[in-house]
């Protein structure tokens, strides 16, 4: 892993503490990681004065403490985020937390909303300094080129939308207009399944972009909300209570939509679906005839499909979105013998 700067180390450190900034700056100066540029330290006092300075100058990291006299807590990050959201003069640079709480949860919150690392100024030393800002510096900058990226893909997503779905609208149009039993048919199925392609392409796009924002979800709620989306026919659904994930809510229920589809069409319109909990995650099973454990591998490729109307886009869309959130997914067998998708490494409410 290589550090985001070369010659030297412009350092932020928002303080008020004279003592621990003094300690803070000295472990910055000192030797104990090699290969780590020496470091050039701006102490501001405030919160306001910080995010000032941060305006004034081209600063590589900014270390943050959560006691200030403006604000504590938490709500120091908020009001640090705003600022820079809110002012366009300001950049985007990686922060790293520092306050005088050992709080686990205090500290995967900070993660969650923006900050690249939490530290417990009592633990801190140069070299675990050293190696925080190393990993705050690489992460922002996989961070930034992951946003450039979902940048390219919504261009690209415009153009199929606007390029494509154009020219597609006038031939579905015109399609009305040609009299002849025979072959009209044939071409309005092929233009409605290109539409159905470009739906799909356009939706893989765009659910596959890294989730930087969750909220709690509450499961039932949102797979009632699914069924009535889909053509649900005799098939029966029982979701497990009391279940809330911290998701994409938009997200999640394009994933539950296209798996309770996905159960329909290849089981049938009495299929039973059962959606639960997991220690980490949660499970979508029917109780159909299963799949075959030599093709769970590929049903998740893009195109892949063993219904002649399908898409082959539905189960890697929900690959995409579970992955946008970190998660992982499997295929195990439900009690029923049928076939039964096991999200893991998902947040749940506690």
């Known amino acids: 892993m290589s550090i985001s700067v070369t010659d030297e180390l412009n350092v932020l450190l928002i303080e008020d503490n004279p003592g621990d900034a003094t300690l803070f700056e000295h472990h910055l100066s000192a030797d104990g990681t090699e290969g780590f540029p020496p470091a050039t330290v701006t102490h501001c006092e405030a919160l306001d004065a910080g995010i000032d300075e941060l305006a004034g100058d081209a600063y590589d990291i900014v270390l943050l403490d959560l006691g200030l006299p403006e604000s ?51 633990d801190v030393d ?31 997503a415009h153009v199929v939308s606007h390029d494509l779905r154009n020219p597609l609208g006038v031939a579905q149009g015109r399609v009305e207009l040609i009299d002849d039993e025979e072959h009209a048919p044939i071409v309005a199925d092929n233009l409605d399944r290109m539409e159905a392609i470009i739906d799909d392409v356009l939706t893989l796009a765009r659910e596959g972009q890294a989730v930087e924002q969750t909220e709690p979800v509450k499961l039932d709620v949102l797979a009632a909300n699914c069924w009535a989306n889909v053509e649900t026919a005799d098939a029966e659904l029982s979701v497990a209570d009391g279940v809330v994930i911290h998701a994409d809510g938009g997200r999640l229920q394009q994933l539950l939509e296209n798996l309770l589809r996905n159960s329909i ?30 093709n769970r ?12 109307d399908g898409t082959g886009f539905g189960l890697n869309i929900v690959k995409e979105i579970a992955a946008a959130h970190g998660w992982d997914v499997a295929i195990a067998d439900s009690e029923d013998g049928g076939a039964r998708f096991e999200f893991t490494g998902v947040r749940l409410e506690a």
């Open 72 to 122: 504590t807590g938490l709500a120091t990050l908020d009001q640090y985020n705003e600022a820079v959201d809110d002012r366009e003069d300001l950049p985007s640079v990686p922060v790293i937390v520092l306050t005088g709480l050992k709080d686990e949860a205090a500290a995967v919150e900070a993660i969650e909303r923006g900050a690249q690392d939490y530290l417990v100024k009592d």
């Open 126 to 156: 140069s070299g675990l300094l050293h190696r925080a800002i190393r990993y705050a510096l690489e992460r922002h900058r996989q961070q930034q080129e992951l946003r450039r990226q979902n940048e390219r893909l919504e261009r690209f």
């Open 265 to 294: 069409e290849h089981v049938g319109d009495d299929v039973a679906i059962t959606i639960g909990a997991l220690p980490d995650g949660f499970f979508v099973a029917d109780d159909g005839p299963g799949i075959d454990p030599d």
């Open 297 to 308: 591998d590929e049903i998740f490729e893009a195109g892949y499909t063993t219904n002649p």
